[in-house]
């Protein structure tokens, strides 16, 4: 499976961003997939995950109410919404797919076993 993130850009604070994963593979649906954030010399950071039916949905505190993760199986693509985005949402964001082993989607990093490159996202004060 390969992954391809795409939508991060620079934008104000409170603005939006939508990104997009898409998907290579006819397993997508098969997958549990997870949105996570990296800055320059810290680790990976878990933002969303979504389960392979969109039936369960996880969010890190710090993004709540703000952003959203959806998928489209029948496209294979991925997406997050990102909403009232503040200066310390920059990063480097990347999808992952993970097979799912419970219902609920993981929030760790080491569950995932496939990776996008990234897309940028910087938020200016």
């Known amino acids: 499976v390969q992954l391809v993130e795409s939508g991060g850009g620079l934008v104000q604070a409170g603005g939006s961003l939508r990104l997009s994963c898409a998907a290579s593979?006819?397993?997508?649906?098969?997958?549990?997939m997870g949105w996570f954030r990296q800055t320059p010399g810290k680790d990976r950071l878990f933002v969303a995950s979504?389960?392979?039916?969109?039936?369960?949905?996880n969010y890190a505190d710090s993004v709540k109410g703000r952003f959203t993760i959806s998928r489209d199986n029948n496209k294979n693509m991925g997406f997050l919404q990102m909403n009232d985005l503040k200066p310390e949402d920059s990063a480097v964001y990347y999808c992952?797919?993970?097979?799912?082993?419970?219902?609920?989607?993981?929030?760790?990093?080491?569950?995932?076993?496939?990776w996008g490159q990234g897309t940028q996202v910087t938020v200016s004060s």
């Open positions: 593979g006819r397993t997508f649906s098969r997958y549990h």
């Open positions: 992952a797919l993970g097979w799912p082993t419970n219902w609920d989607p993981p929030t760790e990093s080491f569950e995932y076993n496939f």
């Open positions: 979504i389960n392979w039916s969109s039936g369960s949905t």
